[in-house]
């Protein structure tokens, strides 16, 4: 393990830790590698997404879900962030679980990524995840790789030092299981994604079995800490139902509906709500499509096949006899929506009188987005409907506060570790433990890669970290070589691109033409010629100095950026990429070129970048 930070106590926002606890031997929070139980995130903590934790006792490691986080729209052509898998892949021999609490992206999304780099012989998921997984892999032809072993809540994993059982959860997607994880040194539960709701759609929580877990007694509660900040309960999905067979009953046209494509539970009820009230049902968007498919097949979507018409039947119907069901609720921009309110979906043109539901929440970050294709959509002549406080048409999938406490009131653990969070989540969730009864010292706010140690059913953070890193994917790429191209997009974006062209002739050491700048997106040059003529003469002085002895291109390149740099960050507070493009004389390169087929070496100098 790498030891990133000497003293994790010292960084700020940090509460005060195991030193209050009173245990003379733990010998400076330093670990016991063959006795100790460690658990730490690769990915989950100061973040909501690419959920990754650990748990590790002397030669084996037991791993709950392997998620993706998406990125906003500042890592430019980054399609998913994924743990660094760095540590997992030098200990993959201890490997003996990767165990899905349910399907969603933040929780399974790494896993064709994780397969790529790990050899691992099966997942362990509950039947919806365990379809949304194979689809995946399928996708990305990864299907021999991993066998699937589907699980439920009686389900048992045993390894020689872990022994891991699950209880249901109520959360926006089907077959969603929370773990306990009985480990020589105490009882961990991870919680994986909830709500409580007294009237669900699905099954329901395992309250027995939760207070049973809490009465045996539990070590470690790991907890989703996503709606750390809300107060009071969560509307029931029963209540969302209502509303929407309302809404659909007093649409007098047609009607589309968009959502979030996991959430199969509430597209049934859409779905069946429609037929209700008469209406014939087309579904677009691949991802709701894909979705729609594995719940028919799971038998979670109960309508008849009779009931679904495909793009082309839609023009034989008439209007309020149609409902749409597409992706697009977060307004990304190639989904069936954002095509729709551009005019360039292939079977559906807005036409006035349409209705468009949203039966969603923007999720923190795609606020804009979603506006701009509201008001889209309303220029065009749709009537839009989206969910409010007065309306619930949506509901989250995750315990606020009041509902958090239940948790903790159910599982009464002797520590508690937020997760699934962001930091001002975690410390949000914190302070909620604290009142329900977890005394300060015993929550342990951590970062990702910090390393909690269990010993004895007692808790601390360790003084070694696990390496853990954002590794940004671009496309399929996932060795991290992607990340310094990325970087210099940002710059790009942020301060553009500065070319500086100059001539010489390397037989001479003497300069041709003077240096020539040529920028792009940089500053706006009519208005800062005196700029780039001043940043031209400083490159030519810098130059000429240089050339008084001998050099190399390399040389050259150099002194180019180390002239330039401080002089345009002085001027205009500004790093933009700075290019050097030297050309040399034509006799001199054939000189070159002459020398280096001597030497057998083939250097192209001509235009050295
Ligand atoms: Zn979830
Ligand atoms: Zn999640």
Redesign the pocket.
């Known amino acids: 393990m790498k030891s990133k930070e000497t003293n994790p106590e010292n960084r700020p926002g940090r509460p005060v830790r195991y030193t209050q606890v009173k245990e003379p031997d733990y010998n400076q929070n330093s670990i016991n590698h063959q006795t100790d139980t460690l658990v730490y995130a690769m990915g989950g903590l100061g973040e909501i997404g690419k959920n990754m934790y650990c748990f590790e006792h002397n030669d084996e490691i037991i791993i709950v879900d392997c998620g993706v986080l998406f990125p906003e729209d500042d890592l430019l052509g980054v399609d998913y962030v994924i743990p660094d898998f760095t540590y997992l892949v030098k200990n993959q021999q201890k490997i003996k679980a990767l165990i899905i ?4 992206e ?2 399974i999304g790494g896993i064709p990524f994780f397969l790529q780099q790990i050899h691992l012989k099966q997942i362990y998921a509950g039947g919806f995840a365990k379809a949304l997984i194979e689809k995946k892999l399928e996708e990305h032809r990864l299907s021999r790789s991993c066998k699937i072993v589907e699980i439920n809540s009686d389900s048992r994993i045993h390894t020689k030092y872990f022994d891991v059982g699950f209880y249901n959860t109520v ?3 089907p077959d ?1 299981l929370g773990v306990l994880i009985n480990t020589p040194n105490g009882r961990i539960v991870e919680t ?2 909830y709500k409580f709701d007294m009237t669900p759609i699905g099954t329901e929580s395992d309250f027995q079995k939760m207070a049973y877990i809490g009465q045996i007694g539990v070590t470690l509660l790991m907890d ?1 800490s ?1 709606n750390s900040g809300v107060q009071g309960s969560s509307i029931s999905e029963k209540k969302v139902a209502a509303t929407i067979l309302e809404q659909i009953r007093k649409t007098p046209g047609r009607l589309i509906v968009s959502t979030f494509a ?1 959430n199969v539970l509430r597209l049934n009820q859409i779905l069946e709500a429609a037929v209700a009230c008469n209406r014939k049902v087309a579904v677009f968007g691949r991802s709701m499509e894909n979705v729609c498919e594995i719940g028919k097949k799971l038998g979670v979507i109960k309508i008849p096949d009779s009931s679904f018409i495909s793009g082309n039947e839609l023009n034989t119907l008439p209007a309020n006899r149609i409902c749409i069901v597409c992706t697009g609720s977060q307004g990304e921009p190639m989904a069936a929506l954002s095509r729709i309110a551009n005019g360039t979906h292939r079977f559906i043109k807005i036409i006035p009188g349409d209705t468009v539901l949203f039966s969603s929440n923007p999720i923190p970050g795609n606020g804009e987005s979603v506006s701009a294709v509201i008001n889209q959509l309303t220029r065009i002549g749709a009537n839009v409907v989206v969910n409010s406080p007065l309306t619930s048409f949506h509901t989250t ?2 315990a606020p506060v009041e509902e958090q406490k239940l948790m903790l009131n159910l599982i009464k653990p002797k520590y508690f570790m937020p997760v ?1 969070g962001e930091y001002k989540m975690l410390v949000q969730h914190a302070a909620t433990a604290e009142m329900c009864g977890v005394p300060k010292e015993r929550n342990l706010i951590c970062s990702n890669g910090d390393i909690v140690v269990l010993r004895n059913e007692e808790c601390f953070i360790a003084n070694e970290r696990v390496q853990t890193d954002a590794i940004y994917v671009d496309g399929n790429d996932t060795t991290g070589l992607s990340t310094s191209v990325i970087k210099d997009r940002q710059i790009l974006a942020d301060s553009g691109l500065v070319a500086v062209i100059v001539t010489i002739d390397s037989r001479y050491n003497k300069i041709l033409c003077r240096p020539s700048i040529v920028s792009r997106g940089f500053v706006y040059i009519k208005e800062n010629q005196t700029l780039l003529k001043e940043a031209e003469l400083v490159v030519y002085d810098a130059l000429k100095k240089k050339m008084q002895q001998r050099t190399t291109f390399g040389d050259l390149k150099n002194c180019i950026r180390s002239s330039l740099e401080p002089f345009l960050f002085q001027r205009t507070n500004r790093n933009p990429i700075v290019i050097p493009v030297i050309l040399n004389q034509k006799a001199a390169i054939a000189q070159i070129q002459a020398r280096a087929t001597g030497k057998k070496s083939s250097s192209k100098v001509a235009a050295a970048k």
């Open positions: 609490t349910h399907g969603h933040d929780h959360h926006s997607i969603a994986g994604d989703d996503t996991s999938g995750h699934h």
